[in-house]
């Protein structure tokens, strides 16, 4: 069994930062992108940031320049640092992994249940 778990979400006034942040956990093999999606209320999931296994990285335009992602492969670890947050960055944070359990297995999406995060103006 694999298991996501995000943590650092919170409120935040507009300008500030917060920093999220998701553990895998479980049998892992290895682990392909790392992605965090985020669902504002009333609208679809988007994906907001990936890191792919070899460190490269893509961003949402709306959050380009104001958020990074970083992993740490060891300790199955991604982070999304939020600077410069907007209360349209409110929303549900979930974080997505394509997971590799065994060697020469199947890669399959997992998902964490999500972090709130609301911006006030």
């Known amino acids: 069994q694999v298991q996501l778990v995000e943590s650092g979400g919170g409120l935040a006034q507009a300008g500030g930062s917060l920093r999220l942040r998701c553990a895998a956990s479980g049998s892992i093999f290895s682990i392909n992108a790392m992605n965090w999606y985020r669902q504002a209320p009333g609208k679809q999931r988007e994906l907001a940031a990936r890191?792919?296994?070899?460190?490269?990285?893509n961003y949402a335009d709306s959050v380009k320049g104001r958020f990074t992602i970083s992993r740490d492969n060891a300790k199955n670890l991604v982070y999304l640092q939020m600077n410069s947050l907007k209360p349209e960055d409110t929303g549900v944070y979930y974080c997505?992994?394509?997971?590799?359990?065994?060697?020469?297995?199947?890669?399959?999406?997992?998902w964490g249940r999500g972090t709130q995060v609301t911006v006030s103006s």
């Open positions: 890191i792919t296994e070899a460190g490269s990285t």
């Open positions: 997505n992994m394509i997971i590799t359990r065994q060697r020469m297995g199947v890669s399959h999406d997992y």
